[in-house]
């Protein structure tokens, strides 16, 4: 079975720093997708990055990107030029490719960003 | 990214009476919505897997029989939670799934006294 392991139950940046949160993951298949959601005090889960495990290289979405490492299982998020409002609960999440949409995610336990004034 | 509703926000009920929470979603068609629990500051818990057409799928540990859903439609699942008690109060969120990924609704808190 999959798992998805994040480490760091807590993390805190300066706002305009760069920040990294860790996310390890366990699986036998080739081919799957990863994902970075962000719950925020409202608790809505918004969908912030997503990597498919076929394409070499890291997605990026504005001030958001991933450092895949495929071999090493490891699908780490960093956050450029922190914001007070990316001040939220990260999950990292893994998704197999077969099926489609009917497959489940596989959640992280999350970490819990603090952005600094 | 694609939008997910889910009403009530907010529902207070009294112990022993059902309560209903709608997902929708609004501009894609799932055929597979899923619905989960969250305690606070723990992770999502998968309840069920909600196929339309079809009946849900539940994880271990779920009543079905308490927590039932439906899915009548390509945009509307619905949870359905039967004589609520006290330790059902919680946050319960949907999501609507694509081929690209899942997308969640806003969620509803139940409070049972």
């Known amino acids: 079975a999959q798992t998805v392991t994040q480490s760091q139950p807590e993390m805190s940046v300066q706002e305009a720093e760069t920040v990294t949160l860790s996310c390890t993951y366990d699986?036998?298949?080739?081919?799957?997708?990863l994902f970075w959601y962000k719950q925020p005090p409202s608790r809505q889960m918004i969908l912030v990055i997503r990597?498919?495990?076929?394409?070499?290289q890291n997605a990026t979405e504005n001030r958001f990107s991933v450092n895949f490492q495929k071999a090493a299982k490891s699908f780490s998020l960093k956050i450029s030029d922190s914001q007070l409002g990316d001040a939220a609960m990260y999950f990292c999440a893994y998704r197999t490719a077969y099926g489609g949409a009917t497959n489940k995610l596989i959640f992280g336990t999350g970490t819990l960003l603090a952005v600094q004034p | 990214g694609a939008v997910v509703s889910q009403h009530p926000s907010w529902v207070i009920c009294k112990s022993g009476t059902s309560v209903k929470i709608e997902c929708r979603s609004l501009d894609f068609q799932a055929t597979t919505m899923f619905w989960y629990r969250q305690f606070p500051k723990q992770s999502l818990m998968l309840m069920a897997t909600?196929?339309?057409?079809?009946?849900?799928?539940?994880e271990q540990g779920v009543e079905k029989d308490k927590f039932l859903i439906n899915h009548a439609s390509l945009t509307l699942s619905t949870l359905t939670v039967t004589s609520a008690h006290p330790e059902d109060s919680s946050f319960y969120i949907c999501?609507?799934?694509?081929?690209?990924?899942?997308?969640f609704g806003p969620g509803t808190r139940l409070l049972v006294l």
């Open positions: 999501s609507a799934s694509s081929t690209r990924a899942q997308y």
């Open positions: 699986t036998s298949e080739s081919d799957y997708y």
């Open positions: 990597q498919e495990a076929y394409k070499q």
């Open positions: 909600s196929n339309e057409g079809s009946k849900a799928t539940y």
